[in-house]
């Protein structure tokens, strides 16, 4: 096989489709907000986000499948952020036996045998009169500068990546996020801040990525090249590297993706994305056998 017929093949391993995921996704979804519309005191809108809104998803490395929501409450007076979450919390906190609040959102966890498989994050957001979102940040027992209302816009940064490129070339796009979100998954813890955040890898994508095609094949039909088109975005991510990387949301609030990063953690992302180049390249020569390291064992020998 080519290369590049291995990465399609990997691809396919690493889509997350309605046979190993989406489907029990959906149903886990509606369970919550079947939920949350008993207990809540507020009616509310919801919408989803995040990689399965976004068609980036891949299968977790370590089984637990994840669904982002979008809660919307509204109107002209807007309580404090952590009333409004308590809305959301006190109305699914009995609905598992594992439901937490974290800072940007409600999780909702679901267990077989003890082990997490499923959760669903809910982000809370408040809806003026003018149609804006606003995201309610803070933990349960949070204070001051720790809880805000934080000025947002999901469904604009959503209509981006779905909307960017076309056919094929959109299709690689795509390919190449969920190519590095499996190495994100291999290489990196699945706690904390020490990993690139999901949503970060998107944004560079939509920053630099730019589709690569090898030639044409007999039918006429050009023939694109995942290897060198994810070699030039982890080039361009290493270029775009001071003392760290800076990757900012293109839509409000404008942040830094990789904010919560220390400068340890960054400096661990650089290395990893230097090895990740350096295998890509060796590769690109010839020992293609370094992509089972870089991205896993799911890559085909």
Same mark, same amino acid.
């Given at each position: 096989?080519?290369? !590049?017929?291995?990465?399609?093949?990997?691809?396919?391993?690493?889509?997350?489709?309605?046979d190993d995921? $989406?489907?029990?996704?959906?149903?886990?979804?509606?369970?919550?907000?079947?939920?949350?519309?008993?207990?809540?005191?507020?009616?509310?809108?919801?919408?989803?986000?995040?990689?399965?809104?976004?068609?980036?998803?891949?299968?977790?490395?370590?089984? =637990?499948?994840?669904?982002?929501?979008?809660?919307?409450?509204?109107?002209?007076?807007?309580?404090?952020?952590?009333? &409004?979450?308590?809305?959301?919390?006190?109305?699914?906190? @009995?609905?598992?036996? @594992?439901?937490?609040?974290?800072?940007?959102?409600?999780?909702?966890?679901?267990?077989?045998?003890?082990?997490?498989?499923?959760?669903?994050?809910?982000?809370?957001?408040? !809806? *003026?009169?003018?149609?804006?979102?606003?995201?309610?940040?803070?933990?349960?027992?949070?204070?001051?500068?720790?809880?805000?209302?934080?000025?947002? =816009?999901?469904?604009?940064?959503? %209509?981006?990546?779905?909307?960017?490129?076309?056919g094929e070339?959109?299709?690689?796009?795509?390919?190449?996020?969920?190519?590095?979100?499996?190495?994100?998954?291999?290489?990196?813890p699945s706690?904390?801040?020490?990993?690139?955040?999901?949503?970060?890898?998107?944004?560079? /994508?939509?920053?630099?990525?730019?589709?690569?095609?090898?030639?044409?094949?007999?039918?006429?039909?050009?023939?694109? *090249?995942?290897?060198?088109?994810?070699? /030039?975005? &982890?080039?361009?991510?290493?270029?775009?590297?001071?003392? $760290?990387?800076?990757?900012?949301?293109?839509?409000?609030?404008?942040?830094?993706?990789? %904010?919560?990063?220390? =400068?340890?953690?960054?400096?661990?992302?650089?290395?990893?994305?230097?090895?990740? @180049?350096?295998?890509?390249?060796?590769?690109?020569?010839?020992?293609?056998?370094?992509?089972?390291?870089?991205?896993?064992?799911?890559?085909? /020998?």
């Open positions: 096989m080519s290369i !590049q017929s291995n990465f399609l093949t990997f691809h396919q391993t690493i889509l997350l489709s309605d995921g $989406r489907a029990n996704l959906r149903e886990k979804r509606e369970r919550v907000l079947r939920r949350l519309r008993l207990g809540s005191p507020r009616s509310f809108d919801s919408f989803n986000q995040g990689s399965y809104a976004m068609s980036t998803g891949i299968v977790p490395v370590n089984g =637990d499948y994840d669904i982002d929501v979008g809660v919307i409450y509204s109107g002209a007076q807007r309580p404090d952020p952590l009333t &409004v979450k308590g809305w959301v919390y006190e109305a699914v906190k @009995d609905h598992t036996s @594992d439901v937490v609040w974290r800072r940007p959102c409600i999780t909702v966890w679901y267990k077989s045998g003890g082990r997490r498989i499923y959760h669903v994050d809910l982000a809370v957001y408040w !809806q *003026d009169a003018w149609g804006r979102l606003s995201l309610a940040v803070g933990k349960q027992h949070s204070s001051g500068a720790h809880v805000a209302w934080l000025e947002s =816009d999901p469904k604009g940064f959503i %209509e981006q990546v779905k909307g960017h490129l076309s070339d959109r299709a690689q796009f795509r390919r190449v996020i969920r190519y590095l979100k499996r190495w994100k998954d291999v290489h990196f706690e904390g801040n020490a990993a690139p955040v999901g949503i970060g890898i998107t944004v560079a /994508a939509l920053q630099w990525f730019q589709p690569v095609k090898a030639g044409w094949r007999a039918e006429g039909a050009s023939q694109y *090249d995942d290897l060198a088109a994810t070699q /030039a975005l &982890v080039r361009s991510m290493r270029s775009a590297f001071g003392a $760290r990387l800076s990757v900012r949301l293109p839509v409000q609030p404008f942040t830094d993706v990789f %904010e919560r990063m220390t =400068d340890q953690q960054m400096l661990e992302f650089r290395g990893r994305l230097e090895a990740l @180049d350096a295998n890509l390249e060796r590769a690109r020569l010839g020992a293609s056998s370094v992509l089972k390291t870089a991205f896993g064992e799911d890559f085909p /020998a």
